[in-house]
Antibody
């Protein structure tokens, strides 16, 4: 069974930074593009970022462009999302997800990011 | 526009049929996917490419599309179907990425 697991969430002050990680358990992450999706408390799902299987292509939502950086280390089966210049409206559960095509059939359980002074 | 609009809530009696619409300009030209999310849990894919079911998803879940509206239909609704449902598509542009619908809470009366 394929499984993803996020880590690195926590409390950060406005303007601060966090680094999230997404690791696989049971399959080889290197063969898959990875998407980050977030969900603010009581709100809907929001696409954040994509990274291709090789890491050669990265994409970002306008709301995080220039502040978040996605990267991957396929030798360690890890995808990272660096969150800089954090704002209170970045407070959310952050999920990593993957799938074949335009849909996501594997999701991690999520990691909570809280931005507050 | 890259917005996908869903009604905030749908109520249905057990055994009846729930229909959840998702409207947007890109619906007619892009594949639509649907997710179920229970409180405190990650989303689960229930339909992909408009009307295909992943392994393990009951046949009671089906999808359709007409013009700029996609619809998730749940027949013979069960209490366990109570959840939030989101439509989603890939815009086809790296500038806009993926878009999720606004979400619909299904309540089983």
């Amino acid at each position: 069974e394929v499984q993803l697991l996020e880590s690195g969430g926590g409390l950060a002050k406005p303007g601060g930074s966090l680094r999230l990680s997404c690791r696989d358990s049971g399959f080889t992450l290197r063969n898959f593009a990875i998407t980050w999706v977030r969900q603010a408390p009581g709100k809907g799902l929001e696409w954040v970022s994509d990274i291709s299987d090789t890491g050669g292509n990265t994409f970002y939502a306008d709301s995080v462009q220039g502040r978040f950086i996605v990267s991957r280390d396929n030798s360690r089966n890890t995808v990272s999302l660096q969150l800089d210049s954090l704002r209170p409206d970045d407070t959310a559960v952050y999920y990593c997800a993957t799938g074949r095509g335009s849909h996501f059939d594997v999701w991690g359980p999520g990691t909570m990011v809280t931005v507050s002074s | 526009s890259n917005v996908l609009t869903q009604p905030p809530s749908v109520s249905v009696a057990p055994g009846q049929t729930a229909r959840i619409p998702c409207g947007g300009d890109l619906i007619s030209t892009r594949d639509v996917n649907w997710y179920q999310q229970r409180p405190g849990q990650a989303p689960i894919l229930v339909l992909y490419d408009d009307d295909d079911r992943p392994s393990g998803v009951p046949e009671r879940f089906s999808g359709s599309k007409s013009g700029n509206t996609a619809t998730l239909m749940i027949t013979r609704v069960e209490v366990g179907d109570e959840a939030d449902y989101y439509c989603q598509l890939w815009t086809g542009s790296s500038d806009y990425g993926h878009v999720f619908g606004t979400g619909t809470t299904v309540t089983v009366l």
